[in-house]
């Protein structure tokens, strides 16, 4: 699966998820950290990549405005341990088929 991550997700979850042989893409390797969130949006739904972001007010607004990809909102737990365990769960349990144009909690 392909993912784009926002500015605000851990570096460790870019680690996580390629280590599983996803291709990864983070904010800062393809725009300023400072771009406008619907610029990013644009990015992720251009280039076909599920959006993975803490962000929950901003990216929920900009998703129902138009078909996308996909967008995981990644929900801050207690440790990154568990963290993780909630993301790969949600990546196994929904699989690309279950991301595919939907708006995902992890």
């Known amino acids: 699966m ?20 996803h291709e990864v893409v983070e904010l800062h390797e393809v725009m300023a950290i400072t771009s406008a969130d619907d610029a990013v949006f644009a990015h ?7 959006m993975v972001t803490c962000n929950r007010d901003d990216f929920l607004a900009l998703a129902a405005q138009q078909p996308n990809p996909g967008l995981i909102i990644l929900i801050r737990r207690q440790t990154r341990h568990a963290e993780f365990a909630h993301r790969l769960a949600l990546i196994d349990r929904a699989g690309e088929a279950g991301l595919s144009g939907n708006i995902n909690f992890a």
């Open 44 to 50: 992720a739904v251009a280039n076909r990549m599920f």
């Open 2 to 21: 392909r993912f784009f991550l926002d500015h605000d997700v851990p570096a460790e979850v870019a680690r996580v998820l390629r280590n599983e042989g």
